[in-house]
């Protein structure tokens, strides 16, 4: 079958990595810019990974037949430094430019602070002045459902961005009900202790359907599994559901939310 | 053409899940016990954390469905105020009230 990663940060992932995952049918991938593990101290530390991010990783996905797309934006974990933040987006339109550039993410609240919010706003705005598609992450653990609240509140406050425009990544059990209500698409990420298991991910497929969802193993430098959409794609093939829907889940929801950059070409 | 889809009963849910779930549920008995066996142990067992085990684990053994959405919402922080600052903070899997 084939799959795509909606959500995996492959510049942490060994070459063997994309062995594995182009032999496996995975062969588009979309990688988020997010926090490198420790806050970077500079602008030109963000540049150099956004070079990353648009030039050196798609060449080496290329390498193993792996298209990979990405997504720019100073994530939330480090935007407690405003004058930071300010210097970081004010580059961001020249790396948004690039082809290989899908939109504005993942963005969104981390401990759900005030300045957290005042840089995702100024993301929403040049989101909002270039028409640019959107992936949010939502905060981990107990922060999840207030962020997810007030994100979804400072968004639906924005009549010019479309929902339909919108991914609200890391949904749980406890905010995909609210997500879906309001019109967004929502992510499930698949992370071995911190987040789900296929197994709770599926439970919410047959729970919520699977309309506007896309599965993601947000595979990174932590533990995590650059497989685990297979291994979820699996787990919904063992409780007997279609491969047709299967097919929904795995590629064509994220080929169709995707699809709304004109850039965007799954393998 | 595939075969229709033809959802599992109840009865196939517990063949096919018994087992790895037995086996999550000695995890976390083992975790305590582990817990009890070391010094400390009454500052542990009033740690927020601990108590917020305690709180889901009675959630767990509810008897309406929904659990998995209640123990999520028992973990969560309920305020709808944001922080003045994130500088040094990090989510530790449930809610202290008494923290910022």
């Known amino acids: ?267 | 053409m595939s075969a229709p889809y033809s959802p599992m009963q109840a009865i196939d849910v517990l063949d096919t899940y018994f087992i790895e779930n037995r086996s999550r549920i000695l995890d976390i008995a083992s975790f305590l016990d582990r817990i009890d066996r070391h010094e400390g142990v009454a500052a542990a067992k009033a740690d927020y954390r601990y108590q917020a085990l305690q709180t889901i684990l009675r959630l767990l053994s509810a008897s309406e469905t929904g659990r998995t959405k209640a123990i999520q919402m028992a973990l969560s922080d309920p305020s709808t105020e944001p922080l003045d600052s994130a500088l040094g903070l990090r989510a530790y899997g449930a809610w202290d009230g008494s923290r910022p």
């Open chain 1, 1 to 267: 079958m084939k799959v795509i990663d909606p959500h995996i940060h492959m510049v942490s992932r060994t070459t063997d990595d994309y062995l594995k995952m182009t032999i496996s049918g995975i062969q588009t991938v979309c990688e988020p810019a997010f926090w490198a593990g420790y806050d970077r101290g500079t602008a030109a530390s963000f540049r150099d990974y956004f070079q990353q991010l648009t030039v050196v990783e798609p060449a080496r996905a290329a390498r193993f037949g792996i298209k990979h797309y990405c997504w720019i934006g100073l994530n939330s974990k480090e935007s407690e430094d405003l004058a930071l933040a300010d210097e970081v987006l004010s580059f961001l339109p020249e790396f948004l430019d690039r082809p290989t550039v899908l939109g504005i993410g993942e963005v969104g609240l981390n401990k759900n602070s005030r300045n957290e919010i005042a840089v995702l706003e100024k993301h929403l705005e040049i989101a909002v002045a270039r028409n640019e598609l959107i992936l949010i992450h939502t905060p981990h653990l107990e922060d999840k459902h207030k962020g997810t609240r007030i994100i979804m509140d400072m968004i639906r406050s924005e009549p010019r961005i479309d929902p339909a425009r919108v991914l609200i990544d890391h949904a749980e059990e406890h905010t995909i009900g609210e997500i879906k209500d309001n019109g967004f698409w929502f992510g499930m990420t698949l992370y071995p202790n911190s987040k789900g298991s296929p197994e709770r991910a599926i439970d919410a497929v047959e729970i919520f359907g699977t309309e506007r969802l896309c599965i993601n193993s947000s595979a990174d430098w932590s533990v995590s599994d650059p497989l685990s959409t297979l291994k979820c794609a699996n787990e919904m093939r063992r409780r007997g559901h279609p491969e047709a829907a299967i097919n929904q889940v795995f590629y064509e929801n994220p080929k169709s939310f995707l699809s709304q950059c004109p850039k965007f070409q799954a393998a």
